[in-house]
């Protein structure tokens, strides 16, 4: 199975020529794309904590804001325009720098907010959400009398 895998995969790179794929990597369809260019981010779990990592370089920490709340965490951010780039007369040959304000969320469910932690350090920022405890003698089975 993985090597008609792999031989559908090379068919597929036959057919997207170097021309095609350029077209693809295009800036005119970069907006399609669904995956996040801004604020990459890494989450790990443990038994006791999530770990959050996003990249959010050139952000104030000022500017960042975390809620968490029904079970969602949101991140944003907000960066003003960049003024080095324009030449004397206001003219911009490329630019990829993101700026205005981003925003990313996650379902991390129940984290106690009272243990949480955030810090923000050469670009990166580092959310620790420990997990809530759980609670003894609660659930959802009834007892029949």
Same mark, same amino acid.
């Given at each position: &199975?993985?090597? $008609?895998?792999? =031989?559908?995969?090379?068919?597929?790179?036959?057919?997207?020529?170097?021309? &095609?794929?350029?077209?693809?990597? !295009?800036?005119?369809?970069?907006?399609?794309?669904?995956?996040?260019?801004?604020?990459? *981010?890494?989450?790990? $779990?443990? !038994?006791?904590?999530?770990?959050?990592?996003?990249? &959010?370089?050139?952000? !104030?920490?000022? %500017?960042?804001?975390?809620?968490? #709340?029904?079970?969602?965490? *949101?991140?944003?951010?907000?960066?003003?325009?960049?003024? %080095?780039?324009?030449?004397? %007369?206001?003219?911009?040959?490329?630019?990829?720098?993101?700026?205005?304000?981003?925003? =990313?969320?996650? =379902?991390?469910? #129940?984290? !106690?907010?009272?243990?949480?932690?955030?810090?923000?350090? %050469?670009?990166?920022?580092?959310?620790?959400?420990?997990?809530?405890?759980?609670?003894?003698?609660?659930? *959802?089975?009834? $007892?029949? #009398?």
């Amino acid at each position: &199975m993985a090597n $008609e895998i792999q =031989r559908h995969n090379n068919m597929f790179d036959d057919v997207m020529s170097a021309g &095609m794929r350029n077209l693809l990597n !295009d800036n005119f369809f970069s907006g399609f794309n669904a995956k996040a260019d801004h604020m990459k *981010t890494d989450i790990a $779990e443990t !038994d006791k904590n999530y770990v959050v990592k996003v990249d &959010m370089p050139g952000f !104030d920490k000022k %500017d960042i804001h975390i809620n968490y #709340e029904n079970n969602i965490l *949101t991140i944003t951010g907000r960066r003003d325009t960049f003024d %080095d780039l324009s030449d004397k %007369d206001g003219n911009i040959l490329h630019s990829e720098r993101n700026y205005g304000q981003m925003s =990313r969320s996650f =379902r991390l469910p #129940e984290v !106690d907010l009272k243990k949480a932690s955030a810090h923000y350090s %050469d670009g990166v920022l580092v959310l620790t959400l420990p997990k809530l405890a759980p609670e003894a003698g609660t659930g *959802t089975h009834i $007892e029949i #009398e």
